[in-house]
Each structure stands twice: as C-alpha cells, then as structure tokens.
C-alpha cells in the first residue's frame, strides 16, 4: 500500500460538495455534552460511546448506517450545542485542507429529540459555520435538508425555515429513507423551493434505483444528485446525465458502509467518468465514517484505481458544479493546489 507522502498533490484547491454537517459531530464532542447536560446514553465511558456514533464495520443497508447519526442529535439539548458543533465542522474542513465545502444539515432532524424550534435550530447553525469561516478562512456555503423519514409535514416545516433564512441557505436538498418515501411525495416542496430561488440537490439512487434518480431531475428539478449510484444501470439515464449536465455527487466510503456498493473496488466512479458524466467524490459523514476527503481521494487512486488525471478531472468537477456563481469558481481555482499528503 501506499505511503500517504508518496501521494500527490492536486492541480486543484479540496472542495467537499457533499457533507452532512450533523453526521459530522465529533464523537469527543458528543461525550462532552452527554457529560455536560447529564444525558442519559446508557454508556459509562468514551471508549463506550465510540462503536455507538462510529461504523465499526459496515452496516447491512443504509437505515442501520443511519441510525448512528441519532445520537448526535440526542447531545444536541441547547442551541449553544447546535452552534458549536457548526462552528467544529468548519475547523475540521480546514483540517482536513479544504478550501471550499457546503454543509448540509437537517433541522427537524437536530432538533427532534429536545423539541427545538426549526427556525432557531437553522439560525445556530449559521451562525457556528459563519463563526468558523471566518476564523479558519473557509469559504462555506449551507445546504438545507428536507429529512424525507419523518414524512411530508416535518419537510414542509424545515423548509418554512430555510424560506426565513434564505439568504445564508443556498440550496435545498432531501434525505433519509430513500425506499419508504419516495421523491413522488415532495413534488409540492421542491416547486416551492425553485419557486424561491433556491438551488436543488436530491438524495437519490443511493438505497433506491435508477427511476429515483428520474424522479429527481424531472419532477423536483434536481440539477445535482447526492450519490445517484444505481444510474449506472440505465443507459437512457446516463446519456441524460451527460446531455443536461447533471452532478453526481459520490461518496466511496459511505457507499460501501451502507452496502450501496459490495466493494469499494467496484464503485462505479470510474463508469461515470469514461462515460462523461460529471461526477465528484465527498464525504458524507465524515464523523460517522470516520473518512477524511484526503483519504477519499487516496481511496479513489489506491482502490478503485483512478489515474492523477481522473482524480484532478474529479476536484475540477466539483468546483464547476458547486453551488458558486462563475466568479467566484474563478476565484477557487486560482487558490492554492490540494494537497492530498
Ligand atoms: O448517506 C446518506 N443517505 C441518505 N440520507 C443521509 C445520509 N447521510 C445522512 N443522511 C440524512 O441526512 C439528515 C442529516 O443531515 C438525516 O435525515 C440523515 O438521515
Ligand atoms: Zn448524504
């Protein structure tokens, strides 16, 4: 294997286009609360807590996967703690050599188990993320979730409050239980976001099939696709892909921890870039995954096998689909180059 210093840099600054904020709370974070806040986690010790909030091994489908991320949430008993673990997102992107990412949280999922209001949730975490790019130099730009498991009425509620937070939310986005309610079911909200102006990025193609990924693009307007996995198996899907310029947005890692994909050697990535298609790698969850992106693109190289051009193809995609006007892409690409060791 590989020595990390042997790997080489970039042609391009690190973007992470697909990053859940609140699968990213750190797990030394979450203890503190627990301690902090008397919560009751049924663990004795941080060396407890840790198989809790970290896959160990991967999970059978993605709703067990899922499932770790609800013990962030339940350390979240103020909204202090939503800033704060905001502003750690912001300080790990800088971390891991990030110069650009875009967070995406989901308020009603945050904010479920102390009953927060979802308004107030969303204005914590602004504010944490922009406390943290400014202090880190991180350039941030926030996504909002729509957390399609808890049904059409929570969604509609979260997106009320990315409505009244617009101008700190660029885009919106729906995820969680991809089979048990499909994209049919949130037509109304998505016609209300693009009627507002927000950008559209959809969770599909992940534990669902390629008619997911249809969905997306021609009922909710999804311009990006949060994984959209199984287009490889639709030919019609991929020339559609290429002809309007839709994003994938893949995460090797995760995929293989959800069992989206048997083997991370056999992700389709590399299909996606011999055929045309526009596609990135990113996080997910990182703190869930226990990933960086640096690793990712080490992943990308060492097991899928992508050459150095592939991976720059890859950065380079990234920043031409994020959620960035012209100028400011300019901007990012005359930044320092990624390094990935
Ligand atoms: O990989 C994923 N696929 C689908 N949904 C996800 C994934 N990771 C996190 N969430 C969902 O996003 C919201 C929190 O940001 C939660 O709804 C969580 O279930
Ligand atoms: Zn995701």
Same mark, same amino acid.
């Given at each position: 294997?590989?020595?990390?210093?042997?790997?080489?840099?970039?042609?391009?600054?690190?973007?992470?286009?697909?990053?859940?904020?609140?699968?990213?709370?750190?797990?030394?974070?979450?203890?503190?609360?627990?301690?902090?806040?008397?919560?009751?986690?049924?663990?004795?010790?941080?060396?407890?807590?840790?198989?809790?909030?970290?896959?160990?091994?991967?999970?059978?489908?993605?709703?067990?996967?899922?499932?770790?991320?609800?013990?962030?949430?339940?350390?979240?008993?103020?909204?202090?703690?939503?800033?704060?673990?905001?502003?750690?997102?912001?300080?790990?992107?800088?971390?891991?050599?990030?110069?650009?990412?875009?967070?995406?949280?989901?308020?009603?999922?945050?904010?479920?188990?102390?009953?927060?209001?979802?308004?107030?949730?969303?204005?914590?975490?602004?504010?944490?993320?922009?406390? &943290?790019?400014?202090?880190?130099?991180?350039?941030?730009?926030?996504?909002?979730?729509?957390?399609?498991?808890?049904?059409?009425?929570?969604?509609?509620? %979260?997106?009320?409050?990315?409505?009244?937070?617009?101008?700190?939310?660029?885009?919106?986005?729906?995820?969680?239980?991809?089979?048990?309610?499909? &994209?049919?079911?949130?037509?109304?909200?998505?016609?209300?976001?693009?009627?507002?102006?927000?950008?559209?990025?959809?969770?599909?193609?992940?534990?669902?099939?390629?008619?997911?990924?249809?969905?997306?693009?021609? %009922?909710?307007?999804?311009?990006?696709?949060?994984?959209?996995?199984?287009?490889?198996?639709?030919?019609?899907?991929?020339?559609?892909?290429?002809?309007?310029?839709?994003?994938?947005?893949?995460?090797?890692?995760?995929?293989?921890?959800?069992?989206?994909?048997?083997?991370?050697?056999?992700?389709?990535?590399?299909?996606?870039?011999?055929?045309?298609?526009?596609?990135?790698?990113?996080?997910?969850?990182?703190?869930?995954?226990?990933?960086?992106?640096?690793?990712?693109?080490?992943?990308?190289?060492?097991?899928?096998?992508?050459?150095?051009?592939?991976?720059?193809?890859?950065?380079?995609?990234?920043?031409?689909?994020?959620?960035?006007?012209?100028?400011?892409?300019?901007?990012?690409?005359?930044?320092?180059? &990624?390094?990935?060791?």
């Amino acid at each position: 294997m590989m020595n990390s210093s042997d790997f080489p840099s970039l042609d391009f600054p690190l973007v992470d286009l697909h990053r859940h904020l609140d699968g990213n709370i750190r797990p030394q974070t979450i203890w503190q609360l627990v301690k902090k806040h008397s919560l009751d986690f049924g663990c004795e010790s941080y060396e407890q807590l840790l198989p809790m909030v970290q896959i160990q091994k991967n999970e059978p489908n993605l709703m067990a996967f899922l499932a770790k991320l609800d013990w962030g949430a339940k350390a979240l008993a103020n909204l202090e703690a939503a800033e704060q673990i905001a502003y750690e997102n912001v300080e790990d992107a800088f971390n891991d050599g990030i110069s650009y990412c875009e967070l995406r949280f989901s308020p009603y999922h945050m904010g479920r188990f102390f009953d927060h209001n979802l308004q107030a949730v969303t204005e914590a975490v602004i504010a944490g993320v922009k406390r &943290g790019s400014k202090e880190f130099g991180v350039n941030t730009n926030l996504i909002g979730i729509m957390s399609r498991t808890f049904g059409t009425e929570h969604c509609m509620a %979260e997106l009320d409050a990315f409505l009244a937070c617009h101008k700190d939310i660029v885009a919106i986005d729906l995820a969680g239980d991809e089979k048990s309610w499909p &994209g049919q079911r949130f037509v109304e909200h998505f016609n209300k976001a693009r009627d507002a102006g927000f950008e559209i990025t959809v969770h599909a193609g992940e534990a669902d099939g390629a008619s997911s990924v249809w969905q997306a693009i021609n %009922e909710l307007g999804a311009t990006r696709i949060g994984h959209g996995v199984a287009s490889i198996e639709d030919p019609a899907l991929m020339d559609t892909l290429v002809n309007k310029g839709i994003h994938l947005e893949n995460c090797l890692t995760s995929n293989y921890q959800t069992c989206t994909v048997p083997e991370i050697t056999k992700h389709p990535v590399k299909a996606f870039l011999d055929a045309g298609v526009s596609v990135s790698i990113n996080t997910d969850d990182p703190a869930i995954s226990n990933i960086v992106l640096t690793g990712e693109y080490q992943v990308a190289q060492q097991q899928v096998g992508l050459s150095i051009a592939e991976l720059n193809q890859l950065a380079n995609n990234a920043i031409d689909s994020a959620f960035l006007s012209a100028a400011e892409k300019q901007v990012l690409k005359e930044l320092k180059k &990624g390094s990935l060791s």
